[in-house]
Nanobody, 129 residues
Framework: QVQLVESGGGLVQAGDSLRLSCAAS????????MGWFRQAPGKERAFVAA????????YYTDVVKGRFTISRDNTKNTLYLQMNSLRPDDTAVYYC??????????????????????WGQGTRVTVSS
């Protein structure tokens, strides 16, 4: 059992930056990989980034590489997504997600939706041109 609460979304201009946060509770946060997904209007929920349980390994979808950075602070049970050089096509509801099972590998970074079982309520990011 885990509860996830996102925050930090809002309306920004193209080229601006934004940092999303996800506060986790209910289980040992440091034992699990974590991920960010997003869903744009009229589109399917898509993978954005994942991070291993220790924070030492990350994985990104190609369209955000070099612009977004996923990180975590296990002492605060918090996951982050730093988004730079935002574009209008980054507009979406962003979701924090956690897998059901404890990670067996310190480098595990799942990218498929079905590997995640717990989701936050989402935070909306709107990028104007």
């Amino acid at each position: 059992q885990v509860q996830l609460v996102e925050s930090g979304g809002g309306l920004v201009q193209a080229g601006d930056s934004l940092r999303l946060s996800c506060a986790a509770s209910g289980r040992t946060f440091s034992s699990y990989a974590m991920g960010w997904f997003r869903q744009a209007p009229g589109k399917e929920r898509a993978f954005v980034a994942a991070i291993s349980k220790s924070g030492g390994t990350t994985y990104y979808t190609d369209v955000v590489k070099g612009r977004f950075t996923i990180s975590r602070d296990n002492t605060k049970n918090t996951l982050y997504l730093q988004m730079n050089s935002l574009r209008p096509d980054d507009t979406a509801v962003y979701y924090c997600a956690a897998p059901k099972y404890e990670s067996g590998s310190d480098t595990y970074t799942p990218s498929r939706r079905w590997r995640y079982d717990y989701w936050g309520q989402g935070t909306r990011v709107t990028v104007s041109s």
